[in-house]
């Protein structure tokens, strides 16, 4: 099969041809009919550390066709079309039971390589899309899952007051599952302007552009009524928890989204004066996917509106080194493993 394998030593992406992947016993092997690219992607790919060594593929976000079905595995059949969650746990511990196979100690995500024409994903945590599920939704359910336990973990209360920095996908995806779930106002806090029309499409009511504002706490309190009752932190840099945790209000929540893997500090002095509550948050239960799968099946076509490109296999490397440089505006990129 073809697959945009690593270079490793933050080199990026090439087309390869490698030998089609294989079930075990508890997995599948699906044809993988969009993958999306994800900004964990870019930082295994040419971040610290040899997280994407050579060799390596990534992709987590897809879906795709059953084509294969392991010994084990009775519920999923040739034919099937789902999206897995990216991990492939043991299947009888307390978080397999519970539907979070990445808290599992046998968990892995090494055999996912969404990044390819096929991948192996474990059977019990695929989720089956139904027809009415297209292609570019079903590669859109991770990252919405992302966005759902985030403001989950929040337990937002009715009309809060939500601030939420960074623009990227999940930015602007926990911005929408705000909307859904209760928020009042809700400002999009991003570097530029850029991608304002994203945010505003997914539910933010405000967008403030930091290179365009001189004091960004006036601008939250004047954009929210009020400082945020809750702050959802997508930037992943250093600097950035400490940033959500100076905005939100006494007594309110930060919930950090952001993939940072450098050092990082706060002064502790400012949420313990603020009796703030600071929370993580990295992936998503196995109902989270089923719940998306249940409103993209009844016609929520929301979410789409992250999607700035669509492309085959051949353009990935170019468009890989173009968003970790900058250069491509994008906000999610889909690819086409077959076009
Ligand atoms: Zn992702
Ligand atoms: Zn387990």
């Known amino acids: 099969m073809k697959a945009a394998v690593s270079k490793g030593q933050r080199l990026g992406l090439r087309i390869d041809e490698v030998p089609d992947p294989v079930p075990e016993a508890d997995e599948v092997v699906l044809r993988v009919d969009r993958v999306g690219i994800c900004g964990s992607d870019l930082h295994a790919a040419y971040g610290e550390g040899e997280m994407a060594p050579e060799g390596a593929i990534l992709g987590h976000e897809f879906c795709g066709e059953v084509v294969a079905v392991g010994a084990a595995v009775d519920w999923l059949r040739a034919g099937d079309r789902v999206a897995p969650m990216p991990f492939r746990g043991c299947g009888h511990c307390v978080h397999c039971l519970l539907g979070q196979p990445h808290h599992c100690p046998e968990g892995r995500i090494d055999v996912i390589s969404g990044f390819a024409q096929y991948s192996r994903a474990g059977a019990r945590e695929c989720v089956r899309l139904p027809p009415e599920v297209g292609d570019d939704d079903g590669a859109l359910i991770e990252p919405l899952a992302v966005g759902l336990q985030g403001v989950r973990k929040a337990q937002l209360p009715v009309g809060a007051r939500v601030l939420v920095t960074g623009a990227g996908p999940i930015g602007a995806l926990t911005a929408y599952w705000a909307r859904r779930l209760g928020a009042g106002p809700i400002a999009v806090m991003a570097r530029s302007a850029r991608r304002e029309p994203i945010a505003r499409a997914l539910g933010a009511t405000h967008f403030i552009a930091q290179q365009d504002c001189a004091n960004p706490h006036e601008a939250v309190c004047d954009a929210l009524g009020g400082a945020p009752d809750v702050v959802f932190e997508a930037v992943g840099v250093p600097g950035a928890i400490a940033d959500a945790l100076g905005f939100v209000k006494p007594l309110g929540t930060v919930v950090s989204l952001g993939f ?17 509550r600071l929370l993580f948050s990295m992936c998503y239960e196995r109902a989270d996917y089923q719940y998306i799968v249940d409103l993209l099946a009844a016609g929520e076509r929301g979410p789409r509106a992250i999607v700035t490109d669509r492309i085959g296999f051949d353009a990935m490397p170019a468009k890989f ?7 491509a505006p994008d906000c999610k990129v889909l690819v086409s493993p077959w076009a």
């Open 260 to 276: 940072c893997s450098g050092q990082d500090s706060f002064v502790p002095v400012v949420p313990l004066m603020k009796e703030a």
């Open 321 to 327: 080194s173009a968003l970790h440089e900058g250069s």
